[in-house]
């Protein structure tokens, strides 16, 4: 990188302490303004920076500095990618499903001295089950509105789904409430009085799920 | 997609967004969570380990904080931002791990000498550029690469890095002048 100062002589507005010497060797700025005006994508141009050589120097320094931290974060999550899985493991085993379980819904049961319940959550995971039976259709958040605790109480439930782009959505729409009515009749006696489905967005066609990690 | 051992079969949460993610996962649903573990862990990690300093709090760390997330779903109002939520409870277990760590031992570990391997006559290649550039950070004084760290990894801003650290927001401004500047002196030195 021949473009910088000579190796010999240091660059002074890279000096710790002396902001003075800073601003001195930046034409008038600090390289926290360089950095700021770097973030904005040099606009709107200020011709005090551009203008100075010095602080070109700084700039490409500055971005110098981002392209090696970027490689850096490309490198540890590379080498945090291929690690086993042993950590995800010990994380999933060490959580409780009761603590997203909700509310006890009774069930009857022909024992007066029997108490049998279903957990909001269990009855969830059934609606979600009935939905991801089915093809093109992902089921999101499940809400049971009503009174669960009192049998025969008329809840309505409210689905968000999420449907390929392309599909029929009232078909779809209509195949996942009936696959939620008989899922509910077979395993819970709850009194549904209506599935709302909403179709809150296309899915569009799988692409590979790589976090959105560096956008800078 | 990047390699892993023991991939899953291909499911449609895989590539599912955020939000869903997000959503099932406060519904109950454990296997999109295990996705949302995927998808930000190895973020996590190296976040928390540039925290840290070192990795050998980092599982313990990423594990706590996914059991939390898992526990407190339910109050997270927008899914689309799990994942600077997820960031954020991070980031403050390592910081609440440091505080720890300085109950116990006393240590000061501000200023330590930069590894041999900066010497001016090396280094031209990017990898070992990267590479020099995660000892300079390692060997940044907590603070400024606490600092940095939560302003570079997690995009927080000045104000956010202040409450986050408890410090005057002026402090803040000083110490990541101050790791900038580390920083680029000793780039110039991988010339």
Redesign the interface.
Known sequence: MTELTPADQRFVAFDLDDTEREQAGLNGHTLEQLSDYLDRGRVPAEKSIDDSPDCEIALRGLERLRRVQASLLELDLKRESLRDDNWIASILDNISLEARAGREIPLAHPSPTARLVITEGAVRGILREAGDRLENILVGRCVLVGDVSVPANPITIVVDATIFSGENIPMLAERLRQAMHSALGRYTELVVAAIDITVSDLYVAPKASVPDEQNR | ??????EQIAS??????D??LA????????RA???L???????M??YA?RILGSNDET?DV??ES??TA??Q??TLADGRAV?SWLMRIVGRRSIDRLRARRLHVNIDDTDAPAPESHA?HVLAE??S??EA??HV?AALPEEQRRCWTLR??ADYSYGEIADELNLPASTV?GL???A??????E??DW?
């Open positions: 997609m990047l390699g892993r051992v023991g449609p949460l895989d590539t599912a967004t939000q869903m959503d099932r996962a406060a519904d109950g649903d454990l969570f295990e996705v573990v995927r998808r930000y862990g190895p973020l990690r190296v380990t599982d990423v594990q996914f059991i898992w526990q779903l339910g994942k001016p990017t990898l550029q990267t550039l995660a950070l570079e990894l401004r990541l002048a101050r900038r500047k580390t920083l680029l002196r780039m110039e010339r």
